[in-house]
């Protein structure tokens, strides 16, 4: 069966896309994809959260140069959308950077969501084959956190981030930006924005120090468990948030999740 991959091309012209898509075609893989548009304020990066949901596609390609990949605004909106797919699909679903010219960009200087991403060069001879191995790569199992996290991105409601336990019952929940600023929360079913909710004993402006972090947070002690999840819209693009369940210990494991 022919592996589908999906390209988000960001910054380059329409013939090195082309170029880049008739070569891997050549490869025997159907490519199909979109040129990434870096506009935050409308929300962009939700575009093509449908494209890469279909269980058909087998692997994201991210086409850029260095410059492309290294502004912040174009870095948090590539992983507002890996956020998006990793709910469904997984941390560790495919995701390879053809990076098209610059010095090669530090893997480790990526969005926590491109943590696992491969980089390779558009001058590598073998990038073709390298992406036609990753396609046919299949995981046994979906790699999945002990938590679950995804966003929203909707017109005229707003970006809205979604926290809750995969397996096991928290008393309540943390959520913080280290900038942004979190307006309105909320808790309700999984996988949908309730339309209303009642909090117990919601707290706002909290300030949590992690290492040399800062992160405003806002909590609530609603039992949660992984059918229910807390919802916070947020204002603005954090560079980094941070969650984790409420507890009355002094210590609990938090999550510290970089955007940009």
Not at 174 to 199: C, D, M, N, W
Not at 211 to 232: E, H, I, K, M
């Amino acid at each position: 069966m022919q592996k589908k991959i999906w390209l988000s091309a960001i910054g380059c012209g329409k013939e090195s896309v082309q170029a880049v898509m008739a070569k891997l075609q050549g490869y025997g893989l159907a490519v199909d994809g979109h040129f990434f548009e870096d506009d935050l304020e409308k929300m962009a990066w939700t575009a093509p959260r449908q494209q890469l949901l279909d269980s058909d596609v087998a692997l994201w390609l991210v086409l850029g140069s260095a410059a492309s990949l290294t502004q912040p605004s174009v870095r948090y909106g590539l992983a507002m959308l890996a956020l998006m797919v990793q709910a469904e699909r997984g941390s560790d679903f495919p995701l390879i950077i053809l990076q098209t010219e610059g010095e090669a960009v530090p893997s480790e200087s990526l969005p926590t969501p491109f943590a696992d991403a491969r980089i390779v060069r558009l001058a590598d001879d073998s990038y073709a084959a390298k992406v036609v191995a990753a396609a046919h790569t299949v995981s046994s199992q979906v790699c999945r956190p002990p938590y679950r996290l995804d966003v929203y991105g909707i017109a005229n409601i707003g970006q809205w981030f979604e926290v809750g336990p995969r397996d096991s019952d928290w008393q309540g929940a943390i959520f913080g930006v280290s900038t942004g600023e979190i307006t309105l929360h909320a808790v309700g079913r999984a996988g949908q924005l309730p339309e209303k909710s009642v909090l117990n004993y919601p707290q706002q402006g909290l300030e949590v120090t992690l290492g040399d972090c800062r992160f405003t947070a806002w909590a609530v002690q609603n039992g949660l468990d992984p059918n229910s999840s807390y919802y916070l819209k947020v204002e603005g693009t954090p560079e980094k948030i941070m969650f984790c369940p409420y507890s009355s210990e002094e210590e609990t494991e938090a999550y510290i999740i970089t955007l940009q």
